[in-house]
Structures are given as C-alpha cells and as structure tokens.
C-alpha cells in the first residue's frame, strides 16, 4: 500500500508523448491515439490523393471544458521542420480548434474526450512527407504544446519489397534479426539514387533504434538493394508483455487484483520476472485497444485505472530500467523510468491507464546511451515477432524538403 502511494504522487508529475514517437511535455493529456480509416493499427501514413483520414483523439482528465487549437508543421526525413512555409504544404487555415468533446459518462475517474481528424473542412495537405501535429491549450500562457501528434503523407510512386531473417551477417539464429530489402524507383526520374533516395526504418514505430543514413549495397536497372548492411541489424527482443482490464471489478489477464483508494482505482499487475526464453503469447507489437465492458462499451465509458507494474529484479547500476510500449509512447524519459524498492527488493513503476489491452516490456538503456536493450530482462531471441515500417523519401538535388514515395510494412513470423 506504501508503494501505491509514493506512485500517486508521481502520477502528478505524469508525461504525455506524441502518439507514435517520443516528444514530451508535463500535462493532463492521456491516451492519445491515432486511427487510420477507423483501423485501430494501421500505421499513420495518408495516401495522397485518396479518401484516407486520421482521427486523432486524447482525454483530458476534467469534465472542465479546454479549447484546444491544432497547428501543423511539415517535417524532412528525420523530423526536423523543413524549409516549406504554410502555403506551400497546406490547403486551408492552420492554427485550427478541436471542435469535437464529450464528457466521460458513469466514470469514476472524469474526463473529457477530443477527437479531429486530418484532412478536414479547414485544413488539406498539398505534399507529401512528414508531419506533426502540435496541440496548444489556450487557456495556457506559455508557448509549449501539451501534445504532439505524428504521421506521414506518401506519394505511392517507388515500391519495397523486404524480408527479414534471423541469421545475421553478425550472428546465426542468436539475439539479432537483420532486415534487407529493394526499392524500385523505376517509375520516377532520379538522378542520384544513391544520394537522393532515403531510406528510414523502425523497429515496432521506436525511435531509440531507428536506422537512418543508410547506402545501397547495389545499383541495377532502376532499383536500390539494401542487403547486408550492418545498420539493419537490430536486436531481436522478446515478445512483448500482456494485460487486459476491461472491467475495474473483475481483474484481467496479467492483472492480480485491483484496489479502490482515494478516489481511484488501483490495479496490481503479477510480478513480472525476467525472462529466459522466447513467449509463445501472441502480441500486437507494443500497442494498447481501448477497451471496456462497462456500459455500452463506448470510449466516453471507459474508466481509469492506475496500473502498478513490479519487476522482481536486482538492484543494477550504471543506467536505468524503462518502462517500453505505445502505453508510455516508447519514450526513455524520467517519466518512464522505474524506481527502485529497496525493503522489496524489486523496481516499479505506475501509469494511469485508460481501460483496455496494453502491451509492455522492460528495458535497460546503459548510462550515456540514448538507445534501449533488451537482454537484461527480455532477453533476445531470433524468432521473435516483430514489425519493422520502411519509408522511402526522396530529395532532389536543389529541393527544400523530402518527399514521401513508399512504404513499406514487413513482420518477423
């Protein structure tokens, strides 16, 4: 009960990530996702040219009502802004309000839910590239957005064809997995494909580990080939760690039991131990569905729930455990840091949780480094299930800004 505490506390100090990558900032803001054409986990990438839609969406954790005001900026290759201004990568107004909200409904824990969606009456994209979304309260004076959003618009003009392989040019069916694949850029006019043509590849939508600066091995009649390339070998994890609450009064899988204290329920997660051998749980590659049995099932329905995580494993210096998953926005920041019990010799950390599945898993990022790793609790296993995305921007010689051409999705099965 202590250690519930101590977590309520830091709980007001709880970060918010942008809904696929990692940018934070302090705020009541939970939950926020981004749904392609209604497909819950389809990547964020809009065709150009088509009908798709993205419904981005987030609570506010008050049934006070908070105008909100989206601003969109174009962003190169590696998420730094590009050189365009507004009227060149938009249609329409910037700087527009989420018109949409609704008060939770039956819930302990009140909130209020947005949601917007891109493209939409105000606001049409013109290239293509990647882009964020800022979210700005304006009932705040500072500058600072109190949620970030991210996705991409592609042109489909270059095709990727990929496969994925546990046997490495490092290792052979160890703790690797390394990804090769071709782009066909016949249909376009490219000069230097080499130079021109950017490759950037993700690992389970992190970037921690993303491979980007990438050179072709070969060059052959309009097509680029990445093959063994040591920057596309990446650690092959486990798969990721599983619990379902659907229900506060009826505890889920991986849930031990839940406890209702001062206004909030309390769920306590199984201990989680390390792990020595690769799962056979089937997994959604780290992401959350939110989901309740309450009611009518309905998002405005769902509670929340501060949901207590425990790692039964020794004290360890030289960095620090991390909480990993679309839950935390895979971001390796203090908020998701664990701490460290020393009368219960085990590490923990909390979050408070919209009702639903969750995948999660722990990892170790060494002092110094910016990237995790998996084998001091996970461990590394070649068959594990995981989702690597390929995008393939292009930049001309001369150009301002890099162009979306494809995309490619490819799983370890």
């Given amino acids: 009960m202590k250690r519930i505490y101590t977590v309520l506390f830091l709980l007001l100090a709880a970060c918010v990530c942008n809904a696929q990558f990692a940018v934070s900032h302090i705020t009541s803001i939970r939950s926020p996702?981004?749904?392609?054409?209604?497909?819950?986990?389809?990547?964020?990438?809009?065709?150009?040219?088509?009908?798709?839609?993205?419904?981005f969406s987030f609570d506010e954790m008050s049934h006070v009502y908070h105008r909100y005001v989206c601003k969109v900026?174009?962003?190169?290759?590696?998420?730094?802004?590009?050189?365009?201004?507004?009227?060149?990568?938009?249609?329409?107004?910037?700087?527009?309000?989420?018109?949409?909200?609704?008060?939770?409904?039956?819930?302990?824990?009140?909130?209020?839910?947005?949601?917007?969606?891109?493209?939409?009456?105000?606001?049409?994209?013109k290239c293509s590239g990647n882009y964020r979304v800022e979210l700005y309260d304006e009932e705040l004076s500072d500058d600072v957005p109190v949620a970030t959003f991210d996705f991409s618009v592609v042109e489909p003009l270059m095709s990727i064809s990929a496969e994925v392989s546990g046997d490495t040019d490092r290792s052979f069916n160890e703790g690797e997995q390394?990804?090769?694949?071709?782009?066909?850029?016949?249909?376009?006019?490219?000069?230097?494909?080499?130079?021109?043509?950017i490759p950037v590849v993700y690992q389970n939508r992190r970037r921690d580990n993303v491979a980007i600066g990438l050179k072709p091995?070969?060059?052959?009649?309009?097509?680029?080939?990445y093959v063994h390339n040591e920057n596309l070998i990446f650690q092959a994890g486990n798969e990721y760690r599983r619990f379902e609450l659907t229900d506060?009064?009826?505890?889920?899988?991986?849930?031990?039991?839940?406890?209702?204290?001062?206004?909030?329920?309390?769920?306590?997660?199984?201990?989680?131990?390390?792990?020595?051998?690769?799962?056979?749980?089937?997994?959604?590659?780290?992401?959350?569905?939110?989901?309740?049995?309450?009611?009518y099932g309905s998002t405005?329905?769902?509670?929340?729930?501060?949901?207590?995580?425990?790692?039964?494993?020794?004290?360890?210096?030289?960095?620090?455990?991390?909480?990993?998953?679309?839950?935390?926005?895979?971001?390796?920041?203090?908020?998701?840091?664990?701490l460290y019990d020393y009368e219960e010799c085990c590490y923990f950390t909390s979050r408070l949780l919209k009702l639903g599945v969750?995948?999660?898993?722990?990892?170790?990022?060494?002092?110094?480094?910016?990237?995790?790793?998996?084998?001091?609790?996970?461990?590394?296993?070649?068959?594990?299930?995981?989702e690597y995305l390929i995008y393939i921007y292009y930049r001309a010689f001369g150009a301002r800004y890099d162009r979306l051409l494809g995309v490619g999705e490819m799983k370890r099965k």
Wanted: proline share 4%.
């Fill in 33 to 55: 996702q981004m749904m392609l054409n209604d497909v819950w986990d389809a990547p964020a990438v809009i065709r150009m040219g088509s009908d798709d839609v993205i419904t």
């Fill in 217 to 225: 091995t070969y060059i052959t009649g309009g097509k680029l080939e």
């Fill in 248 to 295: 506060p009064n009826s505890p889920g899988m991986g849930v031990d039991k839940v406890i209702y204290t001062d206004t909030l329920y309390n769920a306590l997660l199984y201990t989680d131990m390390p792990r020595r051998s690769c799962s056979n749980d089937r997994d959604e590659n780290g992401r959350y569905f939110i989901n309740t049995l309450e009611g």
């Fill in 300 to 338: 405005l329905e769902a509670d929340y729930v501060n949901v207590h995580f425990t790692l039964d494993a020794p004290y360890r210096t030289g960095g620090n455990y991390y909480l990993l998953g679309d839950l935390t926005n895979s971001c390796l920041s203090n908020e998701n840091k664990l």
């Fill in 178 to 197: 390394q990804l090769s694949f071709t782009v066909d850029y016949s249909r376009c006019n490219v000069q230097s494909p080499a130079s021109e043509i």
């Fill in 358 to 386: 969750y995948n999660y898993m722990y990892v170790w990022v060494p002092d110094g480094s910016k990237q995790a790793v998996f084998d001091a609790v996970e461990g590394n296993f070649y068959n594990a299930e995981n």
């Fill in 73 to 125: 900026t174009h962003r190169n290759a590696d998420w730094a802004q590009s050189e365009l201004g507004e009227i060149d990568y938009l249609d329409g107004f910037n700087a527009f309000p989420v018109e949409w909200s609704e008060n939770s409904e039956n819930t302990t824990t009140l909130y209020t839910h947005y949601e917007f969606t891109i493209p939409n009456e105000n606001l049409t994209l």
